[in-house]
């Protein structure tokens, strides 16, 4: 098993410009989640997935667009990067929010 | 202002010494997690407490949960340098189907 994979791991955008951050996972997991860790401030929620064809909101959604057609995909779109933006985004999947959730190994990225 | 705070933010320990994380919010929590994260690495899971007042030890390691369930502590008996890292905490709401991880604490263990 590969576990939880994030592509690209560094990443270095424009004001402006668009992008996809991939993450796939292999254990079948129907949870899937998008973080942002920046100093200070832990790990803040930016959208979640209880299964294929369903997401929803977190705590920081403003800016990024999900979508999940199959089990193992979970792709997260910045639309128009802004350097507030600026951060390591994390990945992760469980079985649900209250089982261990299984991080990729991030994507740092900045826009300048 | 984040759900849950951490405190302290920082701890710089010599080896052997004894030290103690805490994890506090307003909100009452069905389940509360605590992760360690080493750097250009993700968090990876340390134990979950799912009772009010619960006490699970890994090693030296000790982790309570509030009876109220808002809050929750870590405790390191004799730290060692390889106990050096990020430490989360998290939980799941009530009712709710995402995750709240704290503000973080980062530890050095000197040798």
């Known amino acids: 098993n590969a576990g939880v994979t994030q592509t690209p791991k560094f990443q270095v955008l424009k004001t402006g410009q668009s992008m996809t951050l991939q993450c796939a996972q292999d254990?079948?997991?129907?949870?899937m989640s998008w973080y942002r860790q920046d100093p200070g401030m832990g790990l803040r929620l930016i959208h979640y997935s209880v299964g294929a064809g369903i997401t929803d909101q977190g705590e920081v959604p403003n800016g990024y667009n999900v979508s999940r057609s199959t089990t193992e995909d979970f792709p997260l779109r910045l639309l128009s990067a802004a350097p507030s933006q600026t951060s390591v985004y994390f990945c992760?999947?469980?079985?649900?929010?209250?089982?261990?959730?299984?991080f990729g190994p991030g994507t740092r990225l900045t826009v300048l | 202002t984040q759900l849950l705070e951490q405190s302290p933010q920082f701890l710089s320990i010599q080896e052997g010494e004894n030290l103690t994380v805490y994890c506090n919010s307003s909100s009452v929590f069905s389940s509360l997690q605590w992760y360690r994260q080493e750097p250009g690495e993700g968090p990876v899971l340390l134990v979950t407490v799912v009772t009010g007042g619960e006490v699970k030890k890994l090693k030296r390691l000790t982790f309570q949960f509030g009876d109220a369930r808002k809050d929750s502590s870590l405790h390191i008996t004799a730290a060692q340098p390889g106990d050096t890292g990020l430490y989360l905490c998290?939980?799941?709401?009530?009712?709710?189907?995402?995750?709240?991880f704290g503000t973080g604490t980062r530890l050095t263990v000197i040798p």
């Open positions: 254990m079948n997991h129907e949870y």
């Open positions: 992760a999947s469980s079985y649900g929010p209250s089982f261990e959730q299984f």
């Open positions: 998290a939980g799941v709401l009530f009712g709710a189907n995402n995750l709240f």
